[in-house]
T-cell receptor, first 116, second 112 residues
Framework: IAGITQAPTSQILAAGRRMTLRCTQD?????MYWYRQDLGLGLRLIHY???????GKGEVPDGYSVSRANTDDFPLTLASAVPSQTSVYFC???????????????FGSGTRLTVV | AQSVTQLGSHVSVSEGALVLLRCNYS??????LFWYVQYPNQGLQLLLK??????LVKGINGFEAEFKKSETSFHLTKPSAHMSDAAEYFC??????????FGKGTHLIIQP
């Protein structure tokens, strides 16, 4: 089934540790996104990529980094996790670049991360 | 700048009653509007979208939404609520250079 695969599904992480959340899509979508979802705050964009080889900062990029070596993969790395990064993380993709948002997004099932 | 406002973080209706979830937007360019649904412990799924064709848009699971430019609204409705409709609903706005802007979500509760 075409879509987005995120891994792991959930993780408990010690503060200060490094963690990479994985995201893979098989739809050949150009653009990919990372959001965090927190109660009362909705979805907030962390980083995005309009095409392989390019990335951009979203609303809340601090403490996170991304790479886009190819079309399918868009990993999100927390270099040194802090408790405020406890959240549910969603990866999404869209056919067209971010600036042509007449297309909707396809979302993964999320990674629930707890930093202790 | 674009913005989306969903009125009511929680909406409770009885099973069989009308569902009305409100969404208002602000945009300096012609808007594209979306409604997404999120069931517990799942990602967001597209319910329906408006992209400048018909102003009344029908989506999955019996939901529909009407684009009203004069009111800058895109409210989501369903004539008769089912228990399975209990979920979080997000309105989203596109058309600008910054991708989709999401509202903060409305939690729909269905009373038996």
């Amino acid at each position: 089934i075409a879509g987005i695969t995120q891994a792991p599904t959930s993780q408990i992480l010690a503060a200060g540790r490094r963690m990479t959340l994985r995201c893979t899509q098989d739809m050949r979508h150009n653009a990919m996104y990372w959001y965090r979802q927190d109660l009362g705050l909705g979805l907030r964009l962390i980083h995005y990529s309009n095409t392989a080889g390019t990335t951009g900062k979203g609303e809340v990029p601090d403490g996170y980094s991304v790479s886009r070596a190819n079309t399918d993969d868009f990993p999100l790395t927390l270099a040194s996790a802090v408790p405020s990064q406890t959240s549910v993380y969603f990866c999404a993709s869209s056919e067209a670049p971010r600036g042509r948002s007449n297309y909707g997004y396809t979302f993964g099932s999320g990674t629930r991360l707890t930093v202790v | 700048a674009q913005s989306v406002t969903q009125l009511g973080s929680h909406v409770s209706v009885s099973e069989g009653a009308l569902v009305l979830l409100r969404c208002n937007y602000s945009s300096s360019v012609p808007p594209y509007l979306f409604w997404y649904v999120q069931y517990p412990n799942q990602g967001l799924q597209l319910l329906l979208k408006y992209t400048s064709a018909a102003t009344l848009v029908k989506g999955i699971n019996g939901f529909e939404a009407e684009f009203k430019k004069s009111e800058t609204s895109f409210h989501l409705t369903k004539p008769s609520a089912h228990m399975s409709d209990a979920a979080e609903y997000f309105c989203a706005l596109g058309g600008g250079a910054d991708g989709l802007t999401f509202g903060k979500g409305t939690h729909l509760i269905i009373q038996p």
